[in-house]
């Protein structure tokens, strides 16, 4: 079955360390986006990238970093600049075309140790 | 500004009874919207989208929202709640040159009373 793959589904950070989520789909689709969502505050736009080597900083990039050099996977690196990382972070993905709907995957909910 | 509002955080309504979650735009252009479904701890699924045509959209579970341009609204509707559709609930507008980049309110959480 085709889908977007988030994991892993929990994930535990340390002080000073970097955390990876990984984000894999394969719907074939160009774009891809990261959200992080924190309650009674809705989805906020992370990064997103509508092509393979390609991306832009969103609503809220500081602290975290992207990379896209397959197009089906497109990784989220929390640094240890980004002091409040205690969220659940969703990946989505749309094909190209007016209007595409975007699909998400079932997040990753990051804590702090 | 691009915006989307859901002025309700907050909704309980009896199961067996009509539900209407409201959904306030600003957007320069003709706007695509979406209404998306979440239940704790997992991903948004899609519910139904809009970009043109009949202004009555139908959805998956037997949602439906409608379009109002002149009020900059696209209010979700359910003719009669199921206890499983406790959820939260969110609204959003896609932006951009082909409306792929989303822009979401702050959702409603829906409670359901047996």
């Known amino acids: 079955d085709g889908g977007i793959t988030q994991s892993p589904k929990y994930l535990f950070r340390k002080e000073g360390q970097n955390v990876t989520l990984s984000c894999e789909q394969n719907l074939n689709h160009d774009a891809m986006y990261w959200y992080r969502q924190d309650p009674g505050q809705g989805l906020r736009l992370i990064y997103y990238?509508?092509?393979?080597?390609?991306?832009q900083k969103g609503d809220i990039a500081e602290g975290y970093s992207v990379s896209r050099e397959k197009k089906e996977s497109f990784p989220l690196t929390v640094t240890s600049a980004q002091k409040n990382p205690t969220a659940f972070y969703l990946c989505a993905s749309h094909r190209t075309g007016l209007g595409q709907p975007q699909h998400f995957g079932d997040g990753t909910r990051l804590s702090i140790l | 500004a691009q915006s989307v509002t859901q002025p309700d955080i907050h909704i309980t309504v009896s199961e067996g009874a009509s539900l209407e979650l409201r959904c306030n735009y600003s957007?320069?252009?003709?706007?695509?919207l979406f209404w998306y479904v979440q239940s704790p701890g997992q991903g948004l699924q899609l519910l139904l989208k809009y970009f043109s045509g009949d202004t009555l959209v139908q959805g998956i579970k037997g949602f439906e929202a409608e379009f109002k341009r002149s009020q900059s609204s696209f209010n979700l509707r359910k003719p009669s709640v199921h206890w499983s559709d406790a959820a939260e609930y969110f609204c959003?507008?896609?932006?951009?040159?082909?409306?792929?980049?989303?822009?979401f309110g702050q959702g409603t959480e829906l409670s359901v009373k047996p």
């Open positions: 990238s509508q092509i393979v080597n390609d991306f």
């Open positions: 957007y320069g252009a003709t706007p695509y």
């Open positions: 959003a507008v896609g932006v951009g040159n082909q409306g792929g980049k989303l822009i």
